[in-house]
């Protein structure tokens, strides 16, 4: 019985077949081919369930359309369905061995007499019918699968239910479509923002609400829609013995937030900055080992440094001595028995309470008969400055709506425009780089200057398997206007390491445009975390297609530029890698040049140029052989022409070069873990060549610049990072003949200006650092040959020897003055001579070269000076070789203040006023300078007399929006600078309007009539 019902349920469903056959063909005829939304991705079931539709088989019969107009509460209950015992339905079995000729097609039962069906058939519910032919579709679909096929539940979707796309939330660039409208960038997506891998605390979120407008995205963020959010936390000293303290992030920079969880021994109660609404940069956190010498000097940031005094004849205690800027600022003894003995601290006063700035921990004295030595192995430094942070504070855009113990949000207080192709700064270093793109891409991004690191998403191996691509690393190649990034790092866990070919590394050449886009494009491709040019395609107009990685080569892309430059005829238009362009003749019409290229100052090329034709003819190449082939390495595009009767003229507009100098991409090649695979035109492939553990504090080279950095916790967190070094400032140093026991200068500039602070070694030792002149006092006590070395962040090293002498006789006289005194202020000046320094009586002083006064019994004489500015001062006596000093008259007047507005409109003048103050006993006058964004932009003399406060008034229009740093004498405030106001041109039309409302209203009223008779009659 079982049976036949189940034969009789199948009539049924064929007779509703039979029903809505007709209509569902018409239907399906209706509809768009399309009915897939575009973007969406297909299944393969899907793609047979298109085709079988368009084929008049069974498995697309119904539209979803039609399944659609039935209401779902008809439909048959699922609960039903499974109600029905599967024993009474025809075992599949029995169904695959009917064969396929004897169902009865479509078209059949569409033909057979509707008579022959059971009347009470063809009056069904329309539901039940859609019903039936939902299952029936179902069953004829799965006879035209293969019968291997498995059949997922996703499958039996709708044919037009759209399928969701998973919009990402870990990359650094949202791109529209990709992200969602409301987006957070946090430590784990942008990588400048403050984070700690060993102890993984990361403070800061930055939260973006966008608005769909017209199918695409608003590109105003508007008022109180960017959201900034950072909460102080405790990190741990890299010194553990100290325990912790509290750290926060702020507008991507780390700063110190309080002691908090720091071992009492040390600091003896809890301290929070954010309640006293400050925050200072940590400057240094270091658990490295460091020996100290006596005569030698531990170097700290901020001008300070560490000095051994002396060590006790027990060696059991040490007297440190901390100076700034060469003055000595504290003293303490330190008798390393325990922790907070061991541990010297510099003080200041907070509210009240004392708050280390800087702390020095010694594990251990040693003092022998010739050397003694002090070991520390911890340092803890954080600034003399401090960042207010009080609500209504601003920031660029940013304005801190809150404090509330420990977190600081900030909202804008005006709307933001993404502009296309522009960096819009956001608050402090932090800006949004928006793509040169009708779509929406941008993404965070910090000014960094000097060498610094940049990280990916950081990865827990217990994921196993993470891939890093130019989203979510930073460091990986990556053009925002084009979309193009070509590298992919691939990595696959095994616990705690990375076997043996379990690291891929793939990158692949994309095409971008040229800026001087009548070129067409060219193929660039990443390697190394580092843009290279892999080829030109068949869409560059002044060459044929090439690919240089079928030389197994890369080449640096040097130039890409669209801006429009002039030559003048006998000057050169600089390239790079020693390539100068040059005008060698414009032809007697002026409507053609004749350009030579030179290297190293010998001409290599020349070409006849023709502006106006078509680009091949007004673009300029240099090629050179690669390979076989003769391939361009410098393109320049020649827009017009000038002939003169002075001077000829030519603009370029569009100059494109690569490197002359290749980089070898051979299979087999090693970089450090990693080995090249394969290259072809498609790529570059790598592996890594063995395995390697993830040890907790590790840091592993992967290949070249990138590494793998471990975190130092039991989570062995594992981020990517790329080191970028900046370019460094040239440095020199001058070193003079020295002479045992007399004091010689080491001068120390760049590009002719002191530099101060840099670090300056003697054999190896490090002995000291420059002061405000670049200077560094040495006094020999034996004769030989010293190298001398000079080192400072973001300059080049330096070295030089300095030879120094045995006198037989001490004839040598030497000046001893401060280095620097305030206008006005009596300073002393002592003659000696000898390794003794014995006082020389009767020395004639000149300032100078102005004689002032001759040295008493002690050697001294006192002066002071009115005149500001670096001087000279010298001392001679008959019979002795003469000796001389500079010493530096500083004006007493220093600024205190700037007031100005903190926000204004472009092509408004604004009046920026300097305060300042004398804090010396006689009056001066000084020139103070404004700059604006480090430009001189004016300046005013003052005259402040002593013990007074002055003011000085410039004036500064602001051309464009932006963000503007306004600096005198080295204070700054920065000033919001947005776009022109419209409200003139309003008023002026309300005026008009308002006008001409007036005279309609005369005239309808007969008054203008009126009043021009009154005219007339005068």
């Given at each position: 019985m079982n049976y036949l019902r189940a034969r009789g349920l199948l009539c049924l469903l064929l007779v509703a077949m039979a029903a809505v056959l007709p209509m569902g063909a018409l239907a399906q005829d209706d509809a768009p081919d399309d009915s897939v939304p575009s973007g969406a991705e297909s299944s393969s079931r899907a793609g047979a369930e298109e085709s079988t539709a368009r084929d008049g088989t069974v498995g697309g019969v119904t539209p979803s359309e039609d399944l659609e107009e039935a209401p779902a509460e008809d439909l048959t209950p699922p609960e039903e369905l499974d109600d029905a015992p599967a024993e009474d339905l025809t075992p599949p079995e029995e169904l695959d061995d009917a064969p396929a000729e004897d169902v009865t097609p479509p078209e059949a039962i569409e033909d057979a007499p509707m008579e022959d069906a059971p009347m009470e058939d063809s009056a069904l519910p329309e539901a039940s019918m859609a019903a039936g032919v939902s299952s029936l579709g179902s069953s004829a679909e799965n006879e035209t699968l293969d019968e291997n096929e498995t059949l997922d539940e996703n499958e039996t979707a709708d044919e037009n239910e759209t399928v969701e796309v998973e919009l990402s939330t870990t990359d650094r660039i949202w791109r529209e479509g990709k992200n969602p409208a409301t987006y957070t960038w946090n430590p784990q997506t942008f990588s400048g923002f403050f984070y700690d891998l060993d102890d993984d605390v990361g403070t800061e979120t930055l939260t973006v609400h966008l608005r769909e407008s017209g199918g695409s995205y608003d590109r105003s963020i508007k008022e109180g829609e960017l959201e900034y959010e950072t909460k102080a936390d405790s990190i741990s000293f890299d010194f553990r013995g100290w325990g912790e303290y509290q750290v926060i992030g702020f507008m991507a920079q780390k700063y110190f937030a309080g002691y908090m969880g720091t071992d009492r021994d040390v600091v003896d109660k809890e301290i929070s900055l954010l309640d006293e609404e400050e925050l200072r940069e940590v400057l240094i956190d270091d658990d490295e080992e460091y020996t100290v010498d006596t005569g030698s000097v531990l170097q700290l940031e901020e001008g300070y440094e560490i000095r051994i005094k002396e060590i006790d004849l027990d060696g059991n205690k040490v007297w440190f001595a901390l100076a700034k800027d060469g003055e000595e600022v504290d003293s303490k003894v330190i008798d390393p028995r325990d922790l907070g003995s061991s541990t010297y601290k510099y003080e200041i006063d907070l509210s009240g309470e004392d708050l280390p700035?800087?702390?020095?921990?010694?594990?251990?004295?040693?003092?022998?008969?010739?050397?003694?030595?002090?070991?520390?192995?911890?340092?803890?430094?954080?600034?003399?400055?401090?960042?207010?942070?009080?609500?209504?504070?601003?920031?660029?855009?940013?304005?801190?709506?809150?404090?509330?113990?420990?977190?600081?949000?900030?909202?804008?207080?005006?709307?933001?425009?993404?502009?296309?192709?522009?960096?819009?700064?956001?608050?402090?270093?932090?800006?949004?780089?928006?793509?040169?793109?009708?779509?929406?891409?941008?993404?965070?991004?910090?000014?960094?200057?000097?060498?610094?690191?940049?990280?990916?998403?950081?990865?827990?191996?217990?994921?196993?398997?993470?891939?890093?691509?130019?989203?979510?690393?930073?460091?990986?190649?990556?053009?925002?206007?084009?979309?193009?990034?070509?590298?992919?790092?691939?990595?696959?866990?095994?616990?705690?390491?990375?076997?043996?070919?379990?690291?891929?590394?793939?990158?692949?050449?994309?095409?971008?445009?040229?800026?001087?886009?009548?070129?067409?494009?060219?193929?660039?491709?990443?390697?190394?975390?580092?843009?290279?040019?892999?080829?030109?395609?068949?869409?560059?107009?002044?060459?044929?297609?090439?690919?240089?990685?079928?030389?197994?080569?890369?080449?640096?892309?040097?130039?890409?530029?669209?801006?429009?430059?002039?030559?003048?005829?006998?000057?050169?238009?600089?390239?790079?890698?020693?390539?100068?362009?040059?005008?060698?003749?414009?032809?007697?019409?002026?409507?053609?040049?004749?350009?030579?290229?030179?290297?190293?100052?010998?001409?290599?090329?020349?070409?006849?140029?023709?502006?106006?034709?078509?680009?091949?003819?007004?673009?300029?190449?240099?090629?050179?052989?690669?390979?076989?082939?003769?391939?361009?390495?410098?393109?320049?595009?020649?827009?017009?022409?000038?002939?003169?009767?002075?001077?000829?003229?030519?603009?370029?507009?569009?100059?494109?070069?690569?490197?002359?100098?290749?980089?070898?991409?051979?299979?087999?090649?090693?970089?450090?873990?990693?080995?090249?695979?394969?290259?072809?035109?498609?790529?570059?492939?790598?592996?890594?060549?063995?395995?390697?553990?993830?040890?907790?504090?590790?840091?592993?080279?992967?290949?070249?610049?990138?590494?793998?950095?471990?975190?130092?916790?039991?989570?062995?967190?594992?981020?990517?990072?790329?080191e970028v070094k900046g370019e460094s400032k040239p440095m020199t140093i001058k070193i003079p003949d020295a002479v045992v026991g007399t004091p010689a200068e080491i001068l120390v500039t760049s590009d002719g200006a002191p530099v101060i602070g840099a670090l300056i070694t003697i054999n190896g030792d490090e002995a000291g650092t420059t002061d405000a002149d670049g200077v560094f006092l040495y006094s020999p006590s034996i004769s030989g040959s010293f190298d001398i070395e000079a080192k400072k962040d973001e300059y080049s090293e330096v070295k030089a020897v300095m030879n120094v002498t045995q006198i037989k006789e001490e004839r040598v006289l030497a000046v001893t003055t401060p280095q620097e005194v305030m206008k006005g202020e009596s300073f002393v000046i002592k003659a000696t001579i000898g390794l003794d320094q014995r006082p020389v009586e009767g020395a004639d002083i000149a300032f100078d070269d102005v004689s002032i006064g001759t040295t008493d019994s002690l050697g001294t004489a006192s002066y002071a000076s009115a005149s500001v500015g670096s001087h000279v001062i010298t001392v001679t006596k008959e019979g002795y070789e003469g000796g001389s000093r500079n010493i530096v008259v500083a004006s007493p007047i220093v600024v205190t203040g700037l007031d100005l507005p903190e926000t204004t409109r472009a092509g408004k003048t604004v009046k920026i006023t300097a305060t300042a103050e004398n804090g010396g006993s006689v009056s001066d006058n000084t020139t103070l300078e404004l700059k604006v964004n480090g430009v001189p932009s004016g300046s005013t003399d003052i005259t402040v007399g002593p013990g007074e406060t002055g003011s000085a008034t410039f004036e500064y229009e602001p051309l464009e929006p932006g963000v503007y740093t306004v600096e005198v004498r080295g204070v700054q405030r920065t000033m919001t600078v947005e776009e022109k106001s419209s409200a003139g041109m309003v008023v002026g039309i309300l005026i008009l309007l308002a006008a001409i409302g007036g005279g309609a209203y005369l005239y309808s009223t007969g008054k203008l009539k009126e009043i021009a008779g009154q005219i007339k009659n005068r």
């Open positions: 700035l800087v702390m020095i921990h010694v594990s251990n004295i040693f003092s022998g008969a010739e050397t003694s030595l002090v070991t520390v192995d911890g340092i803890f430094q954080i600034s003399d400055d401090y960042t207010t942070v009080a609500s209504g504070d601003k920031y660029g855009d940013m304005e801190i709506d809150s404090i509330s113990g420990d977190t600081i949000r900030m909202t804008n207080d005006n709307s933001v425009s993404l502009r296309k192709g522009k960096s819009v700064p956001v608050m402090g270093d932090v800006s949004f780089l928006v793509a040169d793109s009708d779509e929406l891409r941008f993404g965070p991004t910090v000014k960094r200057t000097g060498s610094y690191e940049i990280r990916g998403t950081i990865v827990d191996p217990n994921v196993e398997e993470f891939t890093w691509t130019p989203y979510n690393f930073e460091g990986f190649y990556y053009d925002i206007d084009d979309d193009v990034g070509t590298e992919t790092l691939e990595v696959r866990f095994t616990g705690d390491k990375v076997d043996d070919g379990d690291l891929r590394y793939k990158t692949v050449p994309q095409s971008v445009r040229f800026e001087y886009d009548d070129w067409g494009s060219y193929n660039v491709i990443g390697f190394l975390a580092e843009k290279y040019f892999a080829g030109y395609t068949d869409e560059t107009e002044f060459t044929d297609e090439f690919s240089v990685l079928n030389e197994e080569e890369l080449r640096k892309v040097l130039m890409d530029d669209d801006e429009s430059y002039t030559l003048r005829s006998g000057a050169t238009f600089p390239l790079k890698e020693g390539y100068e362009l040059q005008i060698k003749e414009v032809d007697l019409e002026g409507n053609k040049v004749f350009l030579s290229i030179t290297k190293d100052g010998d001409e290599v090329g020349n070409k006849v140029v023709e502006p106006g034709r078509e680009v091949t003819g007004s673009t300029f190449t240099y090629e050179v052989e690669i390979g076989s082939e003769k391939v361009p390495i410098i393109a320049v595009h020649v827009q017009s022409v000038f002939r003169g009767r002075e001077e000829d003229l030519a603009t370029v507009e569009g100059i494109f070069q690569i490197s002359d100098d290749p980089r070898s991409v051979e299979e087999g090649e090693a970089y450090d873990k990693m080995e090249i695979d394969s290259v072809s035109d498609g790529g570059i492939e790598m592996r890594n060549d063995g395995s390697f553990s993830l040890g907790r504090g590790r840091t592993v080279s992967i290949m070249e610049n990138m590494k793998f950095r471990i975190s130092d916790s039991d989570k062995r967190l594992v981020v990517p990072i790329v």
